[in-house]
C-alpha cells in the first residue's frame, strides 16, 4: 500500500502553474532509479539474505531447487484437473503389490476385481481426501515449515487405525509415480519423474516422522499397534 500512497500524496500536492500542464516538477534528485521496479527494488539487485535462507532450508529439507519447486508446481496442475482418477490408479496399483493394506480399508477390503475397485464410491472417496492431502503439501512445497506440520499432523492421525504400521506410508511411492506417469503421459518425462520422486519420498517420509512422534508420545514402539478403528 506504500508505493500507491506515495504516488497519490504527490498527484495531490502539485500546485497548479508549476511544471508541465499544471502539475508540479519533481526535485532532482528524487526521480526513480534506471530499472526501479515497485517500491524502490531494483533489477539486478540480489535477493535479501533473509530471502535467500528461506530458499536454502525450503532446499536443505525437501531436496527441491527453486527451478524444480517452479517445474513441479506447473507440472501438478495438469495432476489438479484429474485428481479423482489419479488418486484411485494410486490405490489400485498400490493394493496389487500390497495386498495387505487393502484389508485395512472396510469399505473395500474384500473387493478383488480392479474394475470394481475402480468404480468404488468409498475408494473414490478416500483417494480424493489423500489427494486433497497431497495438493496441499505440492501447492505449499516451498514453505517447509507449513507442509512439515500439515504432513506431520496427517501421520498422527493414522496412530487410530489398527494394523497401520509407520513404514506403510512409503509403499505408496511407487504407486504415485505410477499413477502421475499414467494421468500426465507424455509430459512426464525422465526430469518430471526426478523431481516427483524427490518430492513424493520427502512428503511420505514427512507422515512417517508424524505417526512416529505420535506413538512415540504414547509409549508405542514401532513394532506394535494398540486395537483401533479401520479405515472407512
Known amino acids: 500500500m506504500g508505493c500507491l500512497q506515495s504516488r497519490h500524496t504527490d498527484a495531490v500536492e502539485s500546485k497548479p502553474g508549476s511544471g508541465v500542464n499544471g502539475v508540479a516538477a519533481k526535485p532532482p534528485g528524487k526521480q526513480p532509479a534506471p530499472g526501479a521496479v515497485g517500491c524502490g527494488s531494483q533489477k539486478g539487485v540480489p535477493p535479501t539474505r533473509e530471502f535467500s535462507d528461506i530458499n536454502q532450508k525450503n532446499y536443505d529439507e525437501t531436496g527441491l531447487s527453486h527451478r524444480q519447486v517452479f517445474s513441479l508446481k506447473q507440472s501438478w496442475k495438469g495432476i489438479k484437473r484429474k485428481m479423482e482418477e489419479t488418486g484411485v490408479e494410486m490405490f489400485v496399483r498400490l493394493f496389487k503389490t500390497n495386498s495387505d493394506l487393502q484389508t485395512l480399508f472396510q469399505g473395500f477390503k ?11 464410491e468409498a475408494l473414490e472417496y478416500h483417494a480424493t481426501l489423500v489427494m486433497t492431502t497431497l495438493d496441499d503439501a ?8 507449513f507442509v512439515r506440520q500439515l504432513l506431520h499432523k496427517t501421520g498422527a492421525s493414522h496412530i487410530k487405525f489398527e494394523g497401520f504400521h509407520p513404514d506403510n506410508f512409503m509403499q505408496m511411492r511407487e504407486p504415485f509415480l505410477e499413477a502421475v506417469r499414467v494421468t500426465l503421459g507424455d509430459r512426464y518425462t525422465e526430469n518430471m519423474q526426478t523431481i516427483y520422486t524427490i518430492a513424493i519420498t520427502f512428503i511420505l517420509q514427512q507422515l512417517i516422522d508424524g505417526i512416529k512422534e505420535a506413538m512415540q508420545a504414547k509409549g508405542i514402539t514401532t513394532g506394535a499397534h494398540p486395537a483401533g478403528s479401520v479405515i472407512s
Open 110 to 120: 474384500h473387493i478383488q476385481s480392479d474394475d470394481e475397485l475402480r468404480s468404488n
Open 138 to 145: 505440492i501447492t505449499h512445497i516451498d514453505n517447509y515449515e
